[in-house]
């Protein structure tokens, strides 16, 4: 149980275009969700949190204009890379906290050329 | 707020050997630590985690100590396995499974 899906696992898209991410908990219902950005050989780092009918929480940061976050839903939240540029290429990941723990998808490879 | 530091960066053990990684953290009201295994390419997945009314926890070849007054906690594989190689990274957080903080990662590389 508890699995967390994402999708594209990896997308390539040109600078100054719009990229939509999804992120699904696929056999239980998360009102919290989380986008972590992630570069290489690097930790992960939190952009912000999702929660369910609300707004999204950033951190410190992060433009929240730039990623959009929308969870529309108990189990799909989206992030949106506004007017992409080579910077934005990194590893995204969403999580949800489900039974006190919390489960990480699978990951979102974005390359902004 | 709450900083973790993760020890060492990259470990390399001979196969069957032990493996022990060491986090330390900053705020004394974090109450869960979780340790994730990322492989690559792929999303960390959760291993093994403790939370701050217990001292040590044990699943098979791995265990989790934690030492609440040095604000500190180490994670260690026994019988170490080449599919053990992978990245791991420890976690602390004041909010239960929310807003974690990561430490940097350790690169553990089991040799056969």
């Known amino acids: 149980g508890a699995v967390v899906s994402q999708h594209p696992s990896w997308v390539i898209c040109k600078s100054g275009t719009s990229v939509k991410i999804e992120c699904r908990s696929l056999d239980f219902q998360a009102t919290t969700m989380f986008w972590y950005r992630q570069f290489p050989k690097q930790s992960l780092m939190l952009m912000a949190t999702?929660?369910?009918?609300?707004?999204?929480?950033?951190e410190q940061g992060v433009e929240k204009d730039k990623f959009l976050i929308n969870h529309a839903s108990l189990t799909l939240s989206t992030l949106t890379v506004t007017s992409a540029h080579p910077e934005d290429s990194s590893f995204y990941i969403c999580?949800?906290?489900?039974?006190?723990?919390?489960?990480f998808g699978p990951g979102t490879r974005l390359t902004v050329t | 707020g709450e900083n973790v530091e993760q020890h060492p960066s990259t470990l390399s053990v001979q196969e069957g050997d032990s493996a022990v990684i060491k986090c330390t953290y900053s705020d004394s009201a974090s109450n869960y630590f979780p340790w994730y295994k990322q492989e690559l390419g792929k999303g960390p997945q959760l291993i093994i985690d403790i939370r701050s009314n217990v001292g040590e926890k044990k699943d098979q070849r791995i265990a989790v100590t934690l030492n609440k007054t040095a604000k500190h906690f180490s994670l260690h594989i026994t019988e170490t396995q080449p599919e053990d190689s992978a990245v791991y990274f420890c976690a602390a957080s004041i909010q239960g499974a929310q807003k974690l903080v990561f430490g940097q990662g350790t690169r553990l590389t089991i040799n056969p």
């Open positions: 999702s929660n369910e009918g609300s707004k999204a929480t950033y």
């Open positions: 999580s949800a906290a489900f039974a006190y723990e919390q489960y």
